[in-house]
């Protein structure tokens, strides 16, 4: 790790929390009137654990989702995987994510389909019926010409 | 699903285990000598279980990875997480796969390092230790600068 | 593996997805005029992903389900150990099914209470739960006089 | 493993299952009225597993809840750190046991955080979700005071 | 649950432990020279954990593997069904008592198979790999004509 | 979550590394020559992912360890229990931490032995296993007079 001057680490601790919050503006697609749009950062917390949104925006989005080596899209693919494997509850709003960054439907779907041979029918069909309930709040279709 | 003609169906049956066999050589930049490359396809099971190679060829690979919606880097880039976030030693003979169709080491790390919020250190560094190992065996080096 | 001569090829091509369906009838009792039952095989995605059904019934149906080695109750007990140790949904309809090929309640709740020492308390109360609704649903009573 | 002698086995039988029931009510400040208080034993599940309870009594309650080594205070925490670890729905109900024992709602809330680099956001966040839900019903707030 | 009788308890008492050492006897067709035969019942714990073998024969062996409701060659395929969802080292020992209480290595073999759909390749490998060496170790041999 | 003045801003960017060296040091009871002790911070992976070290260090250690809401007993204990429940190798590494910061041998099995309810046997046992290792390498015996 190449250490900082101090200039820089002044501005990186100034950045950092608004760093995340554009990255999270950037994948979301989202205004600023509703900086984190539908993104979950843990803002019901702030009661109990008022820290959590912070560790999430800054570690999760400015550290994490900022990091170069691969895309946008790859990152949501990389992440829905992930919670697809595990059986997660976010897996809705990360393919929500995935259509902001400019996956393709049949790419999310590819990617979910994909997963069969190593997380095993139940948690693909699980997360299908997740994809099929974003797909329609989102009014999106699948272009199923090439698989039927 | 669309059902297939009777010839549809006969060129099917003749072709699934050779449609997997080239996609595994797609895969695996294998050639004819090796057709299946360094992908294990169940072989040392022919004692115990014989019919098993005949599905992960069929099925892993004739249907699944044959299937349009997500090309091969996102597939490999798909199974590298799904392997990670289950922590099982197949990681290694991916990460092969996935320098074999044309991610880069950077992209490889680049999608380990991403699932730190959602499976946590000790999954990431588990891979990264055989990823390293495979770069290693391959002769491969990772372009850092952009994350120094 | 051996390899089939043309016209078992076009045998096979021909029946793997009746096949399938041919054995999900033998489990779950059904009748020609609803041949899949209550088995899900994955229609509800015909618009998002209308090839899911086709794995669905010819790999875990008519490629594993009709493998030789063990009998229909014990794959069936061995589907239901394998939801319960990962905590999936899926469960109630497997049980269903169990009871359809054979088992008794005796031997659902047997095969959920044996895994207690493996899987901990929390998974197998969540099993059992379930259990509980698809005998009442099926009308089905367990006589626990031998373990009173 | 010490043996016992014929006196003292006489009374460890006739005491588990009451020793059992002594560590809940000790653990969930439950009154005669309603021995095992708030804590669920597997009762719903007498008409079809009616031994159940006594593994729960006997075994998790009389052996392991009751082994030296480690306090209430730590046994509660432990097994909330599990459920988290495991995503079961169990972990309101131990989240309860915990403010029963004497564990502060921030010493509740700082274990469940802690668990962020060793089981990712998405546990962590459903498991606060769960907490805050408990902390309502009954009636506890955290003080946030230096996590601010 | 039926309370027991004075006498009962007594019985009870005296017999646990050696019940569920007769009961990993007739598993593991030990004699009374080495009553636990080859199963792991965590005597190598005796310096750090003395009441863990207890737990292990009273538990697991007493109370679960001596309940009715499934038969042996029941449990133990459920046992290796467990242990292959969760990818434990044990799968080993239990494929071993599988061969013990009469499942022939068909049944076995049969058993891991069948998981595919329920837990991915990759988890059927790794066991399969185990069930080879066991069945080496054992010289027994898996008639495979129904299945090539 | 309050927001820092510019001053603190510049305070904590400068001191954020350190103050993870600092927790780290006071975790791992290490010297100044070899500040991060026994602990992995993901050095090894410098060449392929510099900025690990990084995120290990100011995450995990200056936010997450450094958190109030739990001591550092009960945060190793926590750490324990959640590798204990994913069965990760770091285990032994974490438990080489626990007696670092004062808890006891006792201590720390009597959180293993305490899972058995929640995670099963096979995950307990394995974690004694490593358990007796770390012991056996620090010179260190469990005062087993309460459990035999």
């Known amino acids: 790790m190449a250490f900082n001057s101090f200039e820089e680490d002044v501005t990186m ?3 950092r929390y608004q760093k995340g919050i554009d990255k999270i503006q950037e994948l979301t697609s989202s205004d600023d009137d509703n900086p984190t749009g539908f ?8 009661d109990i654990a008022p820290d959590l949104s912070k560790y999430v925006v800054e570690f999760a989005f400015a550290d994490i989702y900022s990091r170069p080596g691969i895309d946008n899209k ?12 595990q059986g997660k509850p976010q897996i809705g709003m990360h393919i929500k994510t995935g259509l902001s960054v400019g996956l393709t439907p049949e790419e999310i779907v590819g990617c979910v389909v994909h997963l069969i041979p190593y997380v095993g029918f139940p948690s693909v069909l699980n997360a299908l019926t997740v994809a ?4 329609a709040e989102q009014g999106v279709t ?3 010409s090439d698989v039927e």
């Open 13 to 15: 601790a100034e950045d």
């Open 132 to 135: 099929k309930e974003v797909f």
């Open 142 to 144: 699948v272009d199923t």
């Open 74 to 85: 790859q990152k949501v693919l990389t992440t829905i995987t992930a919670l697809v494997a």
């Open 39 to 46: 993104m979950d950062i843990g803002e019901a917390f702030k």
